[in-house]
């Protein structure tokens, strides 16, 4: 479970984050606003590129923030960002194994944990593929996979879908809502595709201008007219 | 480490200066066989390049390149002033005039075998850096040169890695310095310019720094090229104009270099015999 409270982030005189709390409890949960909202932000907080003002990132009940970057990997934090990070010169399978490059185990308990996460993307038969020549859809399976290995706890997506095709999007949101019947880890996704957040997060926080303006079950929170207000930016009239 | 992590150091000629120096320091201080004092000079140079690190680790791009010229300048100075040891008495150890005997490898005592000791280290280090860019360090190099955010996010600890990559850049160049140190038997500061740190980025360009051939080739440029024209009975600054033409070529048409060129043209080649579409 992931709990944020009272997180909040400035920018100079600009409140990125104006003490945002909210408790996931669903595999998978989204986090929606317009543009500008602070869900990056927030992500970035997570992830510790950020530094807040105030709150903290509870983690099954330990704070998170506490740690550095590159020890909430350890600690089971996984994200991908808006653009895939794939390293053009180290094949599909170099590119997941880096993830658990720096935690114990053995080569071959290691080895058969990426093919399984490979062939979980269905990337399996493009392990040996350099990142350089993968389209796409490819790389960012390949960041998905990657997400995947070393036990993971909680998994951040910030717009996975970002430039793909409604069939690849569809394919997309079945691996995401299978993540947690298959790792066990918790999943965060930032979308603009609406119809992509209802279909896959069970729960879903919307954010506007730095402040939490919903949070709950997702049908629920797209009813709401203030969502509708500020995300979809029809209700100005209704007001 | 240009190729692998994307900074750019221009103290490299520096620190083969300091393994030189060390190189020359512990001959006339120790009875120790060349070997013992060329891995003693290599590590003692590592440990500069970690101290070159820390700057590195704030820094990137141009300003990295600014700082480790100005170290490089630093070194220069530093060299010009003390010189490199001689057999002299003192810590600086030079004296004037004559200088002491330098003890080479005791398997290599003639010029040609010392050519072919050169060319077994040089294998080494090749295979050294080759392994490391197949195993782990390489791994976490190639996502940190992707972005040290995403690096971060897949649990690579950037400072850790780049502080590796700046060791075993000081571990070879201080190697390189020892084993110039022992093909000449005493070194002199004009060796160990600033910009020469400049030029050997710039050929290591033209040659292609991603790959072991590329470094071949910018040796062959930097060093045997001139050697050639001068032969030839030409202008050796006419090496200088092939340069640079070699750089405008690298950059508008071979990112990876003349070496890049090569190895494409290869696997074309191979595939073509194989049949098989490039």
């Known amino acids: 479970m992931i709990e944020v409270q009272d997180v909040t982030v400035r920018f100079g005189g600009v409140v990125a984050l104006n003490a945002i709390s909210a408790r996931f409890t669903a595999p998978v949960a989204g986090i929606i606003g317009p543009n500008g909202a602070g869900k990056t932000t927030l992500m970035n907080v997570v992830s510790g590129f950020v530094n807040r003002s105030g709150g903290r990132v509870l983690m099954d009940g330990t704070d998170i923030l506490a740690l550095a970057p590159h020890r909430r990997s350890k600690a089971g934090l996984r994200r991908s960002f808006q653009k895939e990070q794939i390293a053009d010169d180290l094949t599909v399978f170099e590119n997941v194994l880096v993830q658990i490059d720096s935690i114990g185990g053995t080569w071959s308990a290691k080895r058969d944990e990426v093919r399984r996460m490979l062939a979980v993307v269905g990337l399996e038969r493009q392990a040996d593929t350099p990142g350089a020549r993968l389209s796409g859809f490819e790389r960012r399976l390949t960041d998905v996979a990657r997400c995947l290995v070393g036990a993971p706890k909680l998994i951040m997506f910030d717009e996975p879908a970002g430039g793909l095709s409604v069939a690849e999007t569809e394919r997309l949101g079945e691996l995401i809502l299978s993540i947690h019947g298959l790792t066990g880890a918790q999943t965060l996704v930032i979308d603009h595709d609406v119809e992509l957040i209802s279909r896959i997060c069970a729960e879903t926080l919307v954010l506007d201008f730095g402040r939490r303006i919903a949070f709950g079950p997702t049908a629920e929170v797209l009813a709401d007219p203030k969502v509708k207000a500020a995300y979809l930016g029809t209700a100005e009239v209704e007001a | ?278």
């Open chain 2, 1 to 278: 480490m240009y190729a692998r992590l994307g900074m750019v150091s221009l103290t490299q000629v520096g620190l083969m200066g300091i393994g030189g120096w060390v190189t020359l320091r512990l001959n006339y201080l120790l009875p120790l066989p060349f070997e013992a004092n060329l891995i003693l000079a290599s590590l003692a140079t590592m440990v500069f390049g970690w101290i070159l690190a820390l700057p590195a680790l704030r820094m990137r791009g141009l300003y990295l390149a600014l700082v480790t010229l100005m170290a490089a300048g630093g070194l220069e100075m530093i060299f010009a002033t003390y010189q490199f040891p001689n057999g002299g008495e003192g810590f600086w150890g030079v004296k004037i005039g004559s200088f002491d005997p330098f003890r080479g490898p005791a398997l290599a005592q003639t010029p040609e075998a010392y050519l072919r000791y050169v060319i077994v280290m040089v294998t080494l280090g090749f295979l050294f850096i080759e392994a490391h860019r197949r195993l782990f360090p390489g791994r976490a190099w190639a996502l940190i040169r992707r972005s040290e955010a995403a690096a971060m996010a897949s649990g690579v600890n950037v400072t850790l890695y780049k502080t590796w990559a700046f060791g075993i850049a000081g571990l070879l160049a201080g190697g390189a310095g020892g084993l110039l140190a022992g093909s000449l038997g005493l070194l002199d500061d004009g060796t160990f310019r600033s910009s020469e740190s400049i030029m050997l980025f710039a050929l290591a360009v033209v040659g292609g720094a991603q790959y072991w051939l590329g470094a071949v080739i910018a040796a062959f440029l930097f060093r045997i090229l001139p050697a050639l024209l001068a032969d030839w009975g030409v202008d050796t600054d006419l090496a200088f104009i092939i340069f640079g033409a070699g750089l405008l070529h690298a950059i508008i048409t071979a990112p990876d270099g003349i070496a890049g060129q090569i190895m494409g043209a290869a696997r074309e080649l191979s595939a073509r015999i194989r049949g098989g579409k490039p």
